[in-house]
């Protein structure tokens, strides 16, 4: 129904959530995010994942809460337990997944955004934060967790509990967005950036490893995650990119990565 639109350029798989203006999102929405992320995943051609929302207002207001206000709590359940598994698969694809915050990026869509990689704010285009407790609920698809991840418990804490949301300049302080960025050309500057991490500028498939590194080992003890660390890094060395990489060096030019 194309409320989640897929289209590929330069390596670069771009997921648009498309109901504006708020590109609040229903299980349909996830369904097809959900979609999207499995055909990037397995798509050799793709190496980085783009999400945005359409327009220029919102990223994303969160889901939809008409259905969530009309909807059984079986179904509520269901819902909340499907958008975490998606926003997992997507946190777990061994590729750099950047979210370019186009506008508003608050509620579930803060946490689709948290789920990324690296986040990216158009300048002026909106604010950001978790308000579910105006609604009496708490941020349900993972927004607890990931939240105090990046900015700390006590930090995390205080945000969902006043349900305060604030700008992308004051997001970029505390590390919970990366980049802020002038509107004008903000597309054209994101899509350049996401670039850089493809062949044959980047070896992508060590951009993954080093990013499923750092996502699985942070959920299990050191010992545990520096023997994660040496698996991926005995992957990397049996591939193409490795050997082009130390050869170009002792060669002393620049390598040509082919992602493999």
């Known amino acids: 129904s194309g409320l989640c639109t897929y289209r590929t350029e330069s390596g670069v798989a771009i997921l648009e959530l498309n109901d504006p203006p708020a590109n609040t999102y229903t299980h349909e929405m996830m369904r097809e995010l959900d979609d999207a992320i499995l055909k990037a995943r397995f798509d050799e051609n793709i190496h980085v994942i783009l999400i945005r929302g359409a327009g220029d207002k919102f990223f994303c207001a969160g889901a939809n809460i008409k259905m969530l206000q009309t909807a059984n709590p079986y179904f509520k359940y269901f819902f909340c337990l499907h958008a975490n598994e998606t926003l997992n698969r997507l946190e777990q694809t061994p590729k750099l997944v950047i979210a370019a915050l186009n506008g508003h990026a608050v509620g579930?869509?803060?946490?689709?955004a948290m789920a990324a990689d690296i986040r990216i704010a158009r300048k002026g285009a909106g604010k950001i934060g978790l308000p579910e407790v105006s609604l009496g609920v708490l941020p349900g698809t993972g927004g607890t967790q990931r939240l105090a991840r990046?900015?700390?418990k006590a930090r995390a804490i205080e945000m969902m509990t006043t349900g305060i949301t604030f700008s992308f300049e004051e997001a970029e302080q505390i590390g919970l967005v990366n980049h802020v960025w002038d509107s004008e050309g903000f597309d054209a500057k994101v899509m350049e950036y996401a670039r850089?991490?493809?062949?044959?500028?980047?070896?992508s498939k060590a951009v993954g490893r080093i990013k499923r590194s750092v996502q699985s080992g942070l959920e299990v003890s050191f010992s545990e995650s520096l023997a994660i660390e040496r698996e991926l890094q005995q992957q990397l060395f049996q591939s193409d990119?490795?050997?082009?990489?130390?050869?170009?060096?002792v060669e002393k030019r620049q390598a040509k990565f082919s992602g493999k």
């Open 241 to 249: 990119d490795a050997k082009e990489g130390l050869t170009a060096y």
């Open 196 to 203: 850089q991490f493809t062949p044959p500028n980047k070896a």
């Open 108 to 112: 579930g869509g803060l946490e689709i």
């Open 150 to 152: 990046m900015v700390g």
